[in-house]
């Protein structure tokens, strides 16, 4: 149905196409033998990772395969995590681990048996690499999109819609599925319902876009005035200084005019979650996303608190490619356009996150692959 619903709107690729052994052949024939990827090398100290830019034989794609010639990669907040070795395999050295899970660009060759896609379509991987529909198999993450080629399973791909750049499409993946996941997934988003982001980054920009066209009232919390004035002229109905107001849930209380929000996108962890549990309305829903906060993730979930509020918490992780496939098109239909902070050119890579580490950042930021 999302399929459908894509082409329905427009959107480019034709699903469905039977490709020929001619095409595999020559598609295959006519790749680079070689490619650059970034990988992790870990420190003369061993305290954190470098990035490390290699040249590698170049992959082949294998049955139900496609190989994408990538075009733009996005960083997310766990990208910076990796380079301290925090969700990156615990004491074992990462050397060698490809990086990045967010990325888009044009198929290259496509292996046996794949229909959907052809040489030349525009594409854009999801987040997990075998989550398709229904409910998640465990935490399954793409790593290796911050390279010039890469291989997805065709139904953990899609196409980009005709309206998004390479660079657009690539900001999508992780913070854009996991915001429409927390709004309309974990929780079901209706006109006039205030909700709450937490912060400027990646999936709460995305939440402010999609609640806003959704209908619902954006409430964003920012450490900066500047970010809280492009936050409203992205359609936030709301915003507050969480550095100027430390008790930020009275100035969200007093916005909803003492009614609270009904879901809030929790990206801040443990120092945020009790002021976002004061911030509910009653029988409303927190998202629980992320540990932005200095206190880190949530490791217990305080339920005598969401008691008081006869409240819900979701633990969310990004979405299947079902659900990438909704956003797309409700992003189509809305015309809605990821808000890309900085772009930097694949050899600068490492600035990249230099900048993500830095108090500038607001949106998404991409590599443009060449
Ligand atoms: N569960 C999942 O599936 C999932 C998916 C995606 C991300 N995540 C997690 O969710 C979090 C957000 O990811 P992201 O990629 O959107 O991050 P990001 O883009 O790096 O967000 C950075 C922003 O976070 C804000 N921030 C920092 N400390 C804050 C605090 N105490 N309170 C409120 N805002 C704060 C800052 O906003 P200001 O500069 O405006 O203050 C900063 O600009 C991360 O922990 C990430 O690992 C989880």
């Known amino acids: 149905m999302n399929i459908k619903a894509l082409i329905k709107i427009g959107i480019s690729q034709v699903i469905g196409l039977t490709i020929s052994a001619v095409m595999i052949a020559s598609a295959s024939a006519a790749d680079e033998a070689t490619y650059r990827q970034y990988q992790l090398e870990r420190k003369a100290d061993g305290s954190s990772y470098g990035l490390v830019l290699k040249t590698l034989p170049a992959p082949q794609p294998q049955a139900g395969e496609v190989l994408i010639k990538v075009k733009a990669a996005s960083l997310n907040r766990r990208d910076i995590y990796a380079l301290s ?15 990045l899970s967010d990325g888009a660009g044009e198929v290259a060759a496509v292996g046996p048996g794949v229909t959907r896609f052809k040489p030349g379509d525009r594409v854009v991987a999801t987040f997990d690499v075998k989550w398709v529909d229904g409910e998640s ?103 507050v200084n969480y550095r100027t107001y430390p008790d930020w849930e009275n100035e969200v209380l007093a916005i909803t005019d003492r009614k609270g929000v009904t879901n809030v996108l929790e990206v801040g962890g443990q120092d945020t979650l009790p002021h976002s549990i004061a911030s509910l309305a009653d029988g409303g829903h927190i998202g629980l996303i992320g540990g932005l906060s200095e206190g880190g993730f949530v490791r217990e979930t305080p339920e005598d608190l969401l008691k008081e509020h006869n409240a819900r918490l979701t633990n969310v992780y990004v979405g299947s490619s079902k659900d990438f496939a909704n956003l797309l098109v409700f992003m ?39």
């Open 85 to 99: 070795g925090i969700g990156m395999g615990g004491a074992r050295d990462m050397t060698g681990s490809p990086i």
């Open 332 to 370: 189509a239909q809305h015309q809605i356009k990821p808000v890309i902070d900085k772009t930097f050119e694949f050899a600068d890579a490492p600035a990249a996150f230099t900048y993500m580490e830095g108090p500038e950042m607001f949106g998404k930021i991409v590599v443009r692959i060449p």
């Open 137 to 239: 198999s465990g935490y399954q993450p793409r790593n290796g999109m911050l390279a010039e080629l890469a291989v997805a399973t065709e139904d953990t791909v899609l196409p980009i819609p005709e309206y998004l750049s390479y660079e657009e499409a690539a900001t999508l993946p992780c913070a854009a599925v996991t915001a429409w996941n927390a709004l309309f997934k974990a929780a079901a988003l209706k006109p006039d319902d205030y909700v709450l982001m937490l912060g400027t980054g990646g999936v709460s920009i995305f939440g402010l876009q999609l609640a806003a066209a959704g209908g619902g009232r954006a409430i964003v919390t920012s450490s900066s005035d500047a970010k809280l004035a492009r936050a409203k002229d992205l359609g936030a109905f709301g915003t």
